[in-house]
């Protein structure tokens, strides 16, 4: 589980993050939702403790990140904004790097790494080197490396930033996947379309605040609107930088 | 979990070494180009000197001369002294000026007038003092003129029954101090500046590649999520550098250590030091060194924005070993105990004083390597700082 409770970020005089609180649950997908620029970045860096936050705290399975942020690393698995491989190893070499820093010895890591291979479909460039993935290539294998020392807590910032059609099927798919094992999955995104149908929580972000935090159902009933989409623009006020 | 995890600093060190010996152009950096440097400078210039010497010692001087005529005498004394009379340039002083001629004898009309009447006849040197490679010719000519010019007045004053030595009230006996090694003393201080500028080499691609490099590839981000402190991190990072850097250092020391047995040095009478005293001796100094350059290298590659701004700044960086070596051949001053306690300079002097078979007393080895080594950690608090900043990470 992890929880924001009143965080505030700003840089200079820029208030990124001006009072964010939420809770995503464990089993659930938590979507957080709003226009480029609303945030979520810096908000989702503040909860897998690469920012302080000026005000408030992160709770990550009720441990506070400002006292034990080490803790709260192993718990957490982050595929962040920032994506990039080490191009001259292979896609399991990557993995493995990630597994030792995660402190796993060698055959937890190797069985662990394995199963992701297998689960994210990527047996055949695994011992590839990075260098020339395609998008996808690079986001399987981002992944299979946040994911090596089976965390609770998932959290990706625009998981499908890039992606393809199909691509972006199986990525929805294996969140579905992260769900059903018990994990608590939060994910940003500006797509209406993937946060209404893979979310059981929706937090909209902008301007730095939180303007809503609903089921996709409660939020339809709440604002009215017979689409998500509208919804969306009545909730964050414009439709200024948001993508069906 | 079963079995032992490795240590996070440990992972980030052989994860590092491991994807830059897959950088062909950075291996070749640290194996050859970092390694050679201090040799191959050093063997091109022993080697200069040696011909040069030898050329201007046994050669034929080539003297062109202007009114060869007018001095028949002098002329054929000048040809017993091994100098080779040659046709005058029609325009001397710029002939001199090009570097086309060494040096020209100018030798006037009036010269057998002069001499007949016992007044002292004049002849010309034109010739460029600003050009060194000239200096040996200048002196030889110079000095089968005046001992033509001695033997002629001895002959003179013999003739009027005088003795030859009234004309030399005081006589001056040289008795040259110097030994090979510091008639050297250029080449011997330009040398260590090529090992420290090896290690300078040897580190600099790992450097950039795993601060600047990593957070331009964005690869930094994720990388810090990782239950590991940054200072772990960056000390991984470091010792992988360092480690680069010294493989560069120890090869140059190896290298330099078989080209000084092949080169012909003894013609120069000069005498190198360069056995396992030497290298180990060196090594020890080196070492802290080595660490403290990784460490400023990595500090300017925090620094910088992008993996190119790196580039430049470390390249920059490349300039400062060269600071005391320039002062240290343009004022050569007496080494002081102190200046063993300035990194660069402390290397820089114990290396030469090592190769020239010097004394470098324990005290001053320590006060070195102590000295260095607290340079370091001063660096590497200020890096670990850079680190620990949430600006660092943050590609985008």
Known sequence: MIEALGLHKAFGVVKAVDGVSFVARDGEITGLLGPNGAGKTTTLRMLYTLMKPDAGSVLVDGIDVARDATAVRRRLGVLPDARGLYKRLTARENIDYFAQLQGLDAASGRARADALIAALDMTDIADRRTEGFSQGQRVKTAIARALVHDPGNVILDEPTNGLDVMATRAMRAFMRRLKDEGRCVLFSSHIMQEVGALCDRIVVIARGRVVADASPAALLAETGATSLEDAFVAVIGSEEGLAA | ?396
């Open chain 2, 1 to 396: 979990m079963t079995g032992i995890a490795l240590k996070p600093m440990l992972v980030v060190f052989l994860k590092e070494v491991r994807e830059n010996l897959r950088d062909r152009r950075t291996v070749l950096n640290t194996l050859l180009t970092g390694p050679l440097l201090a040799p191959v400078i050093f063997a091109l210039i022993i080697n200069g000197v040696v011909a040069r010497e030898l050329d201007k010692a046994d050669k034929p001087l080539p003297v062109p001369v202007i009114g060869a005529e007018y001095a028949p005498n002098l002329i054929a004394a000048l040809k017993q002294q091994n100098i080779v009379i040659k046709d005058a340039p029609s325009d001397p002083e710029r002939a001199v000026r090009e570097m086309d001629a060494d040096l020209v004898l100018s030798i006037p009309k009036n010269f057998a007038d002069s001499w007949r009447r016992g007044e002292p006849a004049q002849v010309e040197l034109i010739y460029d003092a600003s050009q060194r490679d000239a200096q040996g010719s200048v002196g030889r000519l110079r000095g089968a003129l005046e001992s033509y010019s001695q033997r002629t007045g001895a002959l003179r004053l013999l003739a009027r029954g005088l003795s030859p030595t009234s004309m030399q009230p005081v006589v001056v006996a040289d008795r040259d101090q110097s030994t090979a090694q510091t008639r050297s003393g250029t080449l011997f201080a330009m040398l260590p500046y090529f090992f420290i500028l090896g290690a300078f080499i040897g580190g600099m691609a790992l450097a950039i590649d795993t601060t600047a490099g990593e957070r331009e590839r964005q690869s930094l981000e994720p990388l810090f999520v990782n239950p590991v402190s940054r200072s772990r991190i960056l000390l991984g990072k470091l010792a992988a550098t360092s480690a680069f850097a010294l493989t560069s250092v120890l090869l140059g020391i190896i290298a330099f250590s078989l080209v000084g047995r092949v080169l012909p040095t003894e013609k120069l009478g000069m005498t190198l030091e360069i056995g396992p005293h030497f290298a180990l001796l060196t090594m020890f100094v080196m070492l802290p060194l080595v660490f403290l350059i990784a460490t400023l290298q990595t500090l300017a590659a925090a620094f910088a924005k992008s993996f190119r701004e790196a580039q430049t700044y470390l390249s920059l960086l490349m300039f400062v070993p060269a600071v005391p070596t320039m002062l240290l051949s343009l004022f050569p001053v007496k080494t002081e105990t102190w200046m063993y306690a300035v990194p660069l300079m402390g290397q820089q002097i114990t290396i030469t004083r090592l190769m020239r078979g010097d004394a470098v007393t324990a005290e001053q080895l320590g006060l070195c390597f102590v000295c260095t080594t607290t340079a370091a950690l001063l660096v590497y608090a200020m890096t670990a700082a850079i680190y620990r900043g949430e600006r660092l990470a943050i590609s985008t």
